[in-house]
């Protein structure tokens, strides 16, 4: 499941199993209403420009003309090396946009540090978003 796989119609698959979809219903209901105060417009698996053959994160937070500010991507712990690495696409077009990978079968939260060009996992810092109050591991789990 990630950003370049092929969800076109009815019936494609392999479609995220339920655990990924209830972790992004999950995040875009926290994250919303926190957003639109900021005028900020978050969608789910909306592509990051208007070319609809682009990469489709997830989740992505933009601003009122459609820069891409915040991104997220859901992933397996057996995807997160490979939706990674789709991610420095990303960055290297939206350099100035957020990027966070949930690991949703570690429960691992991993943030972008493009000063220092590394993946910080939440296991061992505590990651926000410039754009939302708590924590974004709080966003993503159930706990």
């Known amino acids: 499941m990630g950003l370049?796989?092929?969800?076109?119609?009815?019936?494609m698959s392999p479609r995220p199993k339920w655990r990924h979809q209830m972790t992004m219903?999950?995040?875009?209901?926290?994250?919303?209403?926190?957003?639109?105060?900021?005028d900020m417009i978050l969608?789910?698996?909306a592509t990051v420009t208007d070319d609809w053959d682009d990469l489709a994160?997830?989740?992505?937070?933009?601003?009122?003309?459609?820069?891409?500010?915040?991104?997220?991507?859901?992933t397996t712990h057996r995807e997160l090396k490979r939706i990674i690495k789709k991610c420095y696409e990303l960055i290297e077009r939206f350099p100035d946009a957020e990027y966070f990978v949930y690991d949703y079968e570690k429960d691992v939260l991993y943030?972008?540090?493009?000063?220092?060009?590394?993946?910080?996992?939440?296991?061992?810092?505590?990651?926000?978003?410039?754009?939302?109050?708590?924590?974004?591991?709080?966003?993503?789990?159930?706990n």
């Open 25 to 38: 219903a999950r995040a875009l209901h926290l994250m919303y209403d926190e957003l639109a105060k900021q």
């Open 111 to 142: 943030m972008y540090d493009i000063e220092h060009d590394r993946w910080l996992p939440s296991n061992e810092y505590e990651l926000y978003s410039a754009y939302l109050r708590k924590p974004m591991i709080s966003y993503l789990t159930s």
């Open 4 to 11: 370049l796989d092929n969800y076109t119609g009815i019936g």
């Open 43 to 45: 969608t789910t698996e």
């Open 57 to 74: 994160p997830d989740l992505v937070a933009f601003s009122t003309d459609f820069e891409p500010l915040l991104i997220i991507e859901i």
